[in-house]
């Protein structure tokens, strides 16, 4: 099983980026998947889910209108795109996959991948 999240870099505030993490070893199509990010010194929180499907998202409140996340199952890829990038945006950005809902808690993730940085200066 392999998650590889890639699309990181140094962006200005009021930028954006797409993430993207590419998924194999398992049935993408039957798992959830999640972004998580952990900025220095503090935990790792959730940022956005996405159903198996793609019908049915979430998103923390502190990404809300910002930040989008869509997923391929043909190509075995989640997506998350990030708009009008502020400075607390700055973290490293993982992906997750699971099976079932509860997207919020990242105990219940199967699999994780290696994180990429996204730095947002101001």
């Known amino acids: 099983v392999q998650l590889q999240a890639f699309g990181g870099g140094l962006v200005q505030a009021g930028g954006s980026l797409r993430l993207s993490c590419a998924a194999s070893?398992?049935?993408?199509?039957?798992?959830?998947m999640g972004w998580f990010r952990q900025a220095p010194g503090k935990e790792r929180e959730f940022v956005a889910a996405?159903?198996?499907?793609?019908?049915?998202?979430y998103f923390a409140d502190s990404v809300k209108g910002r930040f989008t996340i869509s997923r391929d199952n043909g190509k075995n890829t989640v997506y998350l795109g990030m708009n009008t990038l502020k400075p607390n945006d700055t973290a490293v950005y993982y992906c997750?996959?699971?099976?079932?809902?509860?997207?919020?808690?990242?105990?219940?993730?199967?699999?994780w991948g290696q994180g990429t940085l996204v730095t947002v200066s101001s």
């Open positions: 070893g398992f049935i993408f199509s039957n798992y959830g």
């Open positions: 997750a996959a699971k099976r079932g809902t509860n997207y919020g808690d990242m105990k219940t993730y199967d699999y």
């Open positions: 996405i159903s198996r499907g793609g019908g049915s998202t």
